[in-house]
């Protein structure tokens, strides 16, 4: 048997996953989870990234315990976006701030002034959104950060981590597509936008291939933690959504749902598309596996349902999501939608409230009881995936057969069922731990255990359970998407 770690951070806990391999099927174990709590000082938000590394070292130490000489690789894969500055000598340069930090407000007014968004969009292939890495490195030199006079390297959260582990700095193409400072045409730092913004070209190191070897663990990391001194580092899919995509059991080129507090929802390109089209249409370009673009748009998934909970739960009434489930499926149906991305949905509070107050205010019937607010909830979430899914059609020619989802939103039947009726094709749901599965495969592909990730995603779906979800002949949504339109227009 052979043994595989993925190091799988979100921004609310991380957790180590093996993978045991044993030359046909794959069996995941969760050897360790932990908090990953931000930190606020003086208006500024922040992650305890040398807090996490201590946790990760932990998980290690007992992956160490448990199988020892079985333990082949490890790699991590995060969140988008976030970066570090480190100097000459390796040491972490200031806070490692988190992509809601406030410091990226006016940002995007101070991008424009200094290059053309469409300019941006032509060379990045991202959209403008206040995460990006691109405002908050010029807030930082906008603010004259004395950071960025020794700064020698720029490393992504992945990367940050993967360098304390193996002490080799490198930059993975998949987390550096984030950023919108990576350019998807000619694979390498998009130095019109760099350049524009005038931050140090210095900083910008190599960019390696998702599932390049780094090395193995330092010696420091192996007496911590009693791993094997030959335990590989891999600089895998970096960016958690890559990796939930690599570990879907898809042809390659499929159209694909993480489903999670955000959706995100695309299709696996050979080439990034970057035209007006696409920038209208709200897509992004990302890297992802096997040298493929993810064609994407993010909605605000899980996030609407997640925020429902804690509110009820705040007033007394603390519902388990399968309670939750179980009180939409009674609820009738199509009765009001919503826009999940409308900018009223994007921050904490009283979600609830905010979905009756659209409804109101956009002249629909008003749902009262918890029920029919997350009909509401799912059945626009679904509806959302369609707009995004005729976009993808529109800009690409491409028709699609089926939807493969991953991610934990899929043990939502009545969103699963809801999406394949909205869509009109099939969604094949599974596995829920789509994005251990890719990290894992990526490190097997990277150590030649198996020879690419379609053969990896082979194992996946001979070791994973999936679902299939048919459109109801019975139904069709489209009078109701012409209904969702016109409310997300309003």
Not at 104 to 119: C, F, K, V, W
Request: with cysteine; proline share 4%; aromatic share 8%.
């Amino acid at each position: 048997m052979q043994v595989f770690l993925a190091i799988d951070l979100g921004a609310g806990s991380g957790r180590l996953v093996a993978g045991k391999f044993d030359g046909a099927h794959l069996s995941l174990d969760e050897v360790h989870r932990f908090g990953n709590e931000g930190v606020e000082i003086n208006g500024g938000s922040y992650w305890d990234t040398t807090r996490l590394f201590h946790d990760i070292l932990d998980g290690l130490q007992i992956a160490a315990k448990r199988y020892g000489e079985s333990l082949v690789s490890v790699a991590t894969d995060t969140w988008g976006c976030d970066h570090a500055l480190l100097d000459a000598n390796g040491n972490l340069l200031g806070g490692h701030h988190q992509y809601r930090d406030p410091r990226s407000n006016g940002m995007q007014e101070a991008m424009s002034e200094r290059i053309p968004l469409d300019q941006v969009y032509a060379s990045t292939g991202i959209q403008p959104a206040f995460y990006n890495s691109s405002l908050h490195l010029l807030a930082e030199r906008i603010k004259g950060n004395p950071c960025f006079q020794i700064a020698h390297r720029l490393l992504f959260t992945p990367d940050l981590l993967a360098y304390w582990l193996s002490g080799v700095m490198a930059n993975e193409r998949s987390i550096a597509s984030t950023s919108q400072l990576y350019n998807p045409l000619t694979r390498d730092w998009a130095w019109d936008v760099i350049d524009a913004l005038e931050l140090p070209r210095s900083i910008f190191g190599e960019i390696v291939r998702i599932g390049t070897v780094l090395g193995e663990i330092t010696e420091s990391v192996a007496a911590r933690t009693g791993a094997p001194a030959k335990l590989k580092v891999v600089a895998s899919a970096g960016h958690d959504t890559a990796s939930a995509v690599a570990g879907l059991p898809m042809e390659r080129g499929g159209l694909w749902l993480s489903s999670g507090t955000w959706s995100i929802l695309g299709v696996e390109s050979e080439k990034p598309v970057t035209t007006p089209d696409a920038f209208a249409a709200g897509l992004s370009n990302e890297g992802g596996v096997n040298r493929t673009t993810r064609l994407l748009h993010n909605v605000s998934g899980l996030w609407l349902i997640q925020e429902c909970r804690r509110h009820w739960a705040d007033n007394g009434d603390d519902l388990s999501y399968a309670e939750m489930a179980d009180l939409a499926e009674a609820a009738p149906a199509h009765t009001a939608f919503i826009d999940p991305n409308d900018p009223s949905f994007a921050t904490p509070g009283d979600m609830p409230q905010k979905i009756q107050a659209f409804c109101r205010n956009s002249s629909q019937p008003v749902p009262e009881t918890k029920g029919e607010i997350l009909r509401v909830a799912t059945e626009s979430l679904a509806l959302k995936y369609r707009q995004v899914v005729e976009s993808l059609r529109s800009v690409t020619g491409r028709t699609f057969a089926q939807l493969h989802a991953g991610g934990g939103g899929i043990q939502n039947e009545l969103l699963m069922q809801s999406t394949a009726n909205a869509i009109g094709i099939p969604v094949v749901s599974g596995p829920t731990e789509a994005t251990s599965c890719g990290n894992i495969i990526t490190q097997m592909v990277a150590t030649g255990t198996i020879r690419d990730v379609t053969e990896g995603r082979g194992i996946v779906a001979r070791s994973m359970e999936t679902k299939t979800f048919t459109p109801d002949p019975e139904q069709s949504w489209d009078a109701h998407y012409q209904r969702f339109l016109a409310i997300a227009h309003h």
